[in-house]
């Protein structure tokens, strides 16, 4: 066993202590080299006022090999400091003073992508959250706001291209074939956002006039083959930069701004300050290769980084824990652009989806925790849907409470206050409180307190008096370490709907109590409540609608978000019924009204972003999440049922708007024909899980006929789930044609790996020893092992177990090169003990396995830790 894994430290938020020594300026200089790169740092430290005299200074550092250290221009003798595994440890020092390290790395042999690492011929860094230290020593922690100057010294034939933070200040040559550059960049920063590219690559240019008026160049670095998929990720960063000014005041603020695309990348980006490292999957897009998807996660993602610049890097996090301060507010924040970009009840519709299929299982499960969470082992395992997608909920709903223009106010507030420090999130709720002169007391619960509430409804006409009175009741189930929980403070958004007329105006009701009750007087007729528009809280929503209020919801209600809810709602249902948890009297019936609404809303919506959701069933994790217990083959079987009835009943319309939609124009991307693409490829798909004859045949000329991706993938991502007999041919055919495009080859291997088929689990055997797949690359583990594990209940979950113990093995194997991704992925299983006993056994049995091999990353012995606690 590693010491690691035997001794895992846990880092508690109540532990928190300013820091004993300040660094004001850093200076770096890389003799870059891809097997061995050699660093020299040169700190300017001044020990902080509350320090005790004799304060050691602790330094951060991991795989990295130590060469010397000076303190003001004297080398230390190696008995006058202490190295272990992870820190440099200096026991008595002057009240300021310059402190001089020189060590190496191997970027080369760096598989975990964190710290100074190698991707397809550049080097690239990752420093969030911990990895500046595997650069070098230093005490790498947020609240160390320092200057950077950079300076590179690297082969020009290899790294003709030398980028860093800032502006850039000199290059030049330094004959025997290497070249240097320098770099700096005048805002205080912490470590995690220091980053440094080196490569052959292509840049592609643009430029954008800020609101006061100055002149930023916006470069975007690729591989030359690459260079042509540049064009909508700075579409969107120009956009993304207007609207952060128009909505938020915020300004850019250095002459130039940077993005680099790499194969490699644990996450989807980061935002290093002035140099953004993208996953090259949500940089790349062309009409041929990209999917409307996929050009809205490009949208949103490159706008997600560039807003960090003011809420994460002008104003960061003091401590870890204080995470969903950027994250939550910046998703927030690329949530609201997105909506403005597209169609804002869409959007929401997109969220809130993405929030159930991935927040609310975690809130359900072992993993369970606050958004901001009291302790870890590893701040990576905490990049989670709680902190970033709940963590936005909380800031809209604090947005809601207060009103639009109080939290104007109150964002100018916090950045005003807060501008170059470390803030926490007490600071950025008390800036909403000071703004707009709520008390949110109450409201900060929400922080500190795990688990989906549920708010149960229940109501009451009296046609007599004409008042309608709501009871509303709120309990938030116990998670782990967590039994008793206290009500919240949330925001109902709620509108009273008739069978004729239109609805009432929205209010927005204040739940403080666990239980309470509002009353309306005054309503001239029975009304059906539209009740938590648009979500407006994180909530699960208990009642008893009956279907003749459902449908009324479902054609009426002048929220169109609530009427997709109460579409999608009511499907789930019938899917449940048929799955034998038993949820309408007559599911057959219902399905047939719901197609007929469905019909209505297909001929008469204008949005067609809008019908392709409605059009959209339950996916076999929607229904899963439903369960008391998890039945994976009757979870399959119901959706076939429901997709079958549904397709069948209406097989008119569907094959008529296949036909409407039909474009020959060439391909643009905007919201509106995205929206049409969209409508026609859902349609596609429940064709093809109809009875259809032609379906299939449809689809495989569409996938031939495709000049761009979306229909292209639209028709054989379909076909690949369904059991065509035009499926092979298809899938055959695809990977033919887009063997050469390696993100194309990803969602290839995704569609196999999601087909809910006996034959899958083979599939995804064989294919791991592929041309098209590597375990080096974390867009192919996601693609192949990740998508089966989540994405494919019935399969994965084989009732003999066997998935499971393959599953196992490659976490394990993964473990060994890239911990952080082991750990990402062993949380597939979160949801394990929602199966019957004979999995949960099995599953238990591997979970252990794991937890007791040696050598175990702490990352995974975290993981595996929580996942089996209690059990
Ligand atoms: N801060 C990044 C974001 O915008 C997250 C991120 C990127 C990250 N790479 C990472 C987090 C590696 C941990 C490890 O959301
Ligand atoms: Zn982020």
């Not at 369904?722 to 290839?748: I, M, Q």
């Not at 995704?750 to 087909?755: D, E, G, L, Y």
Request: charged share 25%; hydrophobic share 40%; aromatic share 8%.
């Amino acid at each position: 066993m590693t010491a690691a894994a035997q001794d895992p430290k846990t880092v508690y938020l109540k532990d928190y202590r300013t820091p004993d020594y300040a660094v004001d300026a850093v200076s770096l200089d890389f003799d870059l080299d891809t097997e061995r790169t050699r660093v020299r740092t040169r700190l300017q430290i001044r020990r902080t006022p509350n320090a005790a005299t004799d304060a050691p200074l602790v330094l951060n550092g991991e795989e990295i090999e130590l060469a010397r250290v000076n303190v003001d221009g004297k080398r230390l003798q190696e008995t006058a400091y202490v190295v272990d595994g992870k820190t440099l440890t200096l026991p008595s020092l002057p009240e300021h003073f310059v402190l001089e390290i020189e060590n190496y790395c191997a970027p080369a042999k760096n598989t975990a992508l964190s710290g100074l690492y190698a991707s397809s011929d550049m080097l690239c860094t990752q420093c969030e959250a911990e990895g500046f230290r595997r650069i070098t020593y230093f005490p790498d922690r947020p609240d160390i706001l320092a200057k950077y100057s950079v300076r590179m010294t690297a082969n020009k034939n290899k790294f003709p291209v030398l980028l860093s933070n800032g502006n850039p200040v000199g290059a030049g040559e330094t004959g025997d074939g290497r070249h240097w550059a320098a770099w700096e960049d005048p805002h205080p920063k912490p470590s995690y956002l220091f980053a440094l590219v080196a490569g052959d690559l292509a840049r592609v240019e643009d430029n954008f006039t800020t609101m006061s008026g100055r002149n930023v160049a916006l470069h975007i670095y690729v591989q030359y083959k690459d260079i042509k998929k540049c064009d909508y990720a700075l579409d969107a960063l120009k956009r993304a930069m207007r609207w952060d000014e128009e909505v938020y005041g915020r300004e850019y603020d250095l002459d130039v701004f940077q993005i680099v695309a790499v194969d490699h990348f644990n996450m989807g980006a980061m935002e290093n300050k002035g140099l953004n490292i993208f996953n090259a999957a949500y940089v790349l897009a062309s009409p041929e290769t990209a999917t409307d998807t996929d050009y809205e996660y490009i949208e949103s993602i490159v706008a997600h980084e560039y807003f960090h610049n003011w809420s994460g890097n002008r104003v960061t996090c003091r401590d870890w824990f204080q995470l969903c301060l950027k994250e939550g507010f910046t998703v927030f924040r690329d949530q609201q652009f997105s909506a403005d970009m597209r169609s804002g009840p869409v959007q929401r519709i997109k969220d809130v989806k993405a929030l159930r299929a991935r927040q609310f299982p975690e809130d359900a499960g072992p993993l369970a925790h606050p958004v901001r969470p009291e302790s870890f082992i590893t701040i990576d395992n905490f990049y989670t849907a709680t902190v970033y997608e709940k963590g936005a909920e909380l800031v809209r709903m604090m947005c809601t409470l207060i009103g639009p223009e109080a939290f104007r106010a109150a964002t100018d507030l916090y950045f005003d206050r807060h501008d170059g420090e470390a803030a926490t999130v007490e600071d950025f709720v008390a800036a909403m409180e000071a703004a707009s002169g709520k008390d949110l007391t109450q409201f900060r619960l929400w922080y500190v307190q795990a688990g989906t509430p549920v708010a149960r409804l229940e109501d009451d006409y009296d046609a007599k008096k004409g008042v309608y009175t709501l009871t509303v009741t709120q309990s938030t189930p116990p998670t782990p370490k967590q039994a008793d929980k206290k009500p919240l403070h949330m925001p109902l958004r709620a509108a009273l709907v008739f069978e004729t007329g239109a609805p009432g105006r929205e209010h927005m009701l204040e739940l403080t109590s666990p239980s309470e009750t509002f009353t309306f007087e005054n309503v001239p007729a029975r009304p059906v409540l539209s009740a938590f528009r648009s979500l407006s809280a994180p909530v699960v929503v208990k009642r008893d609608l009956p279907l003749a209020d459902r449908l009324l919801l479902m054609r009426r209600d002048d929220d169109l978000y609530n009427r997709w809810e109460t579409a999608h709602r009511l499907l789930l249902d019938v899917v449940l019924t048929f799955a034998g948890d038993a949820r309408l009297d007559k599911a057959e019936q219902a399905l047939s009204a719901y197609a007929d609404a469905l019909g209505d809303l297909l001929e008469n919506e204008t949005d067609d972003a809008f019908a392709a959701e409605a059009l959209k069933t339950p996916s076999q994790n929607d229904v899963a999440q439903e369960m008391e217990i998890i039945d994976p083959a009757a979870i399959a079987a119901a959706l076939a049922k429901t997709e079958r009835g549904l397709a069948d009943r209406l097989a008119e319309p569907l094959t008529a708007l296949g036909a409407r939609l039909c474009d020959t124009s060439p391909y643009r991307p905007d919201a509106a024909s995205a929206g049409r693409r969209a409508m026609k490829n859902a349609a596609l798909k429940l064709r093809l899980s109809g009875a259809d004859p032609d379906a299939g045949a449809t689809a495989l000329a569409q996938f031939r006929d495709a000049d761009n991706m979306t229909d292209a993938a639209g028709a054989v991502s379909a076909l690949a789930l369904s059991d065509r007999p035009e499926r092979a041919a298809a899938l055959s055919e695809f990977y033919d044609a887009w063997r050469g495009e390696p993100l194309v080859v990803n969602k290839w291997l995704s569609w196999q790996a999601m087909a809910p088929r006996a034959d899958t689990f083979q599939t995804v055997q064989d294919l791991l020893t592929h041309d098209a797949f590597a375990m080096n690359n974390p867009n192919k583990v996601r693609a192949l092992i990740g998508a089966f594990a989540m994405h494919n209940l019935s399969a994965f979950h084989c009732a003999d177990g066997a998935a499971y113990v393959f599953f196992a093995d490659q976490v394990l194997k993964l473990d060994k090169m890239n911990p952080q991704l082991a750990a990402r992925l062993v949380g597939a299983l979160e949801n394990w003990r929602r199966f019957d006993s004979q999995r949960q056994v099995k599953t238990k049995a591997e979970l252990k396995r794991i937890l007791q091999t040696d050598g175990l990353s702490e990352n995974l012995f975290e993981m595996a830790n929580r996942l089996l606690e209690g059990a």
